[in-house]
Each structure stands twice: as structure tokens, then as C-alpha cells.
């Protein structure tokens, strides 16, 4: 694949906007091409919040997601607004312990992991998006183990490196989920 188109939404507060600049530090570390855009409802926390993530091969025109390769749906009302404009043979991972029902489409990939209650049984509170974002990092073949790592190591700021364990073991959990 040429390009990841990804978009990962929820509410604010779940680690949407940090979880995409985590892929695409994965995206940069591989030489790629890449595009961060943030979107958020002015309430922040608990209001809405997205995340248009692009790596692509070839230059990036515009960084807008409108037809998302892959969606990452961290809750129930980012699925039911954005499962309809996946790509046809897209992937759309959601998080199964906030969102009661599989998908409505049967042309697109879905990835099913209970995220929210894998992070509250693993100590890793708070950290149900870095849970998704391994799981689709592997289902989508977005980067390897070992650029994980690396990736992780730029998206940690300093301030806050001892976080930086913590999202490892979440990423690999979800990573490794199912295998």
C-alpha cells in the first residue's frame, strides 16, 4: 500500500490526538511522507475529537482524511459517523468494551478488541488508545516491532518519559492481542 489514510476519532480525553502523532513518527521513522491533523470540539474533554493521520509514498496534497483506509472508533458515536465513509476493503478497528455492536458494513475489515477493559485489567489506565492503535499498527502492517520503539521515544516528551513504559506495554498488549 501506497498510502495509510487513517482517521481515529473518540471523545476528548481518550488519547486520540497523542495516539496519532504516535503513527506517524512511525510513518517519518520509515523515510515516508506524513500529515498530522488534529480536530477537536471546544469543550475538549468529553467532547468530541479526531484525528486525520496520512503516510503515504508519494507527496501529500491535502492532510484532510475524508475517506479513511483505515478508522480506529474509540467509542460508539465515532463509529456510527465514520464506518460509512471507510473505503471499500478498509480496515475499522473499535474498542468492544465501549462499543456494543460490530459493523453494519460487510466490505471493510473489522478488528474487535476490548480495549478500555484490557488497559483497567493490565494497570494501564488511560491507555486504551495506544491498545487500539497496536492493534491496527498490525492488522494494517503500518510499521514493524522495532520501529515501535523509536516511534515511542519521539512521541514521549521528555517531561513525561516515565509514561514511557507504560504506552510501550499498552501498544504491544494490543499488538500482540489475539495471537
Known sequence: MNAFNILIAGFGGQGVLFAGKFIVYAGLIQGRQVSWLPSYGPEMRGGTANCSVIISDEPIGSPIVTKPNILIAMNLPSLDR???????SGLAASDSSLIPRG????DIQGVFIPASS????????GLSN????????REAGICTQGEIAEAMAKTVPERKKSLFDSNMRAVFLGYNYGR
Do not use: C, Q
Not at 465514520?82 to 471499500?88: A, F, Q
Not at 459493523?103 to 460487510?106: A, D, I, K, N
Not at 484490557?118 to 489506565?125: D, F, H, M, V, Y
Open 130 to 137: 495506544m491498545i487500539m492503535v497496536g492493534k491496527a499498527i
Open 103 to 106: 459493523l453494519h458494513r460487510t
Open 82 to 88: 465514520y464506518e460509512d465513509s471507510v473505503e471499500e
Open 118 to 125: 484490557l488497559a483497567e485489567e493490565n494497570g494501564l489506565k
